[in-house]
């Protein structure tokens, strides 16, 4: 950010945080709702697997999945 982009910016907030803190706060919550949802694909996946629903190989590749979008998401929000 520019030097005037960044004093706009104090002023709209009245100092209460740095742009820098407001990203890394952004990137917090979309990180935790990232991995709350992966561990939720988890184990609903499992949970499929004891009823026989799904099979194993496939809540393999869901959990997978769900990690290699977890690291593209974690690769661009960073």
Known sequence: ???????????????????????????????TLVFTWLAWLAVAGYASVERGALGFGTLTAMILRGTFVLMLISYFVR
């Open 1 to 31: 950010m520019t030097a005037e982009q960044v004093t706009a910016f104090n002023a709209s907030v009245g100092g209460y945080f740095t742009p820098s803190e407001l990203l890394f706060l952004i990137a917090a919550l979309v990180h």
